[in-house]
């Protein structure tokens, strides 16, 4: 298991790998590439809440209490609300990028995201939402963290404003990821089982990645 001690960012942050300040310098050594990944990121997180909605609108009471239309009710506002934050942080990044000069790419690739996906146990059902729930958390839980340094360690005013008005947002979203995997009846084995699983996976899959300019990337040692 990953050491517990590494956590980064505020006194709460569940994860397992500590992002040093130097990414910071790193990431944003061509700030028009960093703000199209991270413009990328909002619309991919706008999207996946948008998804969950769309495959299950309905999936079964959340909580158990009350009626199983109250339960879905709030298992939609939920995701419909994160995925109105993520499109207007969309707009503001898409902002920012504009008036440094920069556009917003079609192609994007997140390799980190994509490790992530590839530990949910696709075609096993509820086990396959809770994964998918859980991975949410979990990238909203790293965006966060880097947010914060951001906030706390970029050149510009303007970026460091920004950042620190998003990291409770994220800090938000990830606990309300959490919220909903732990409110889903039927689940057979504990959610803070494969929640300690993936946080280890979480940890090692963003120590390996490669340094550059975006929000997930790896950073030089």
């Not at 920069?102 to 949910?120: D, I, Q, S, T």
């Not at 809770?130 to 510009?156: K, W, Y």
């Not at 959610?191 to 975006?214: H, K, N, S, Y």
């Amino acid at each position: 298991m990953a050491d517990s001690a590494t956590h980064s960012g505020s006194a709460s942050s569940p994860l397992r790998h500590a992002t040093p300040a130097a990414w910071v310098a790193q990431a944003l050594a061509d700030l028009p590439a960093f703000l199209n990944d991270h413009a990328h990121l909002e619309r991919k997180a706008a999207s996946n809440a948008l998804e969950l909605i769309n495959r299950w609108p309905f999936p079964v009471e959340v909580g158990g209490s009350g009626s199983t239309h109250a339960g879905a009710d709030r298992w939609m506002r939920m995701l419909a609300s994160i995925a109105r934050d993520e499109a207007v942080h969309l707009t503001q990044v898409l902002r920012l990028l504009t008036a440094r000069g920069g556009h917003f790419e079609r192609a994007h690739a997140n390799p980190y995201a994509a490790a992530l996906r590839a530990e949910v146990r696709r075609g096993q059902g509820l086990s396959e939402l809770v994964d998918r729930l859980l991975v949410s958390a979990l990238i909203e839980a790293r965006s966060g963290e880097r947010f914060r340094l951001l906030a706390e360690h970029a050149e510009e005013a303007e970026l460091r404003r920004f950042y620190g008005a998003l990291v409770a947002s994220e800090e938000g979203h990830y606990r309300a990821f959490l919220d909903l995997a732990r409110l889903l009846p039927g689940v057979r084995e504990p959610i803070e089982t494969r929640w300690d699983q993936l946080l280890d996976a979480e940890a090692g899959i963003i120590a390996d990645m490669p340094p550059g300019p975006a929000m997930h990337s790896g950073h030089s040692a």
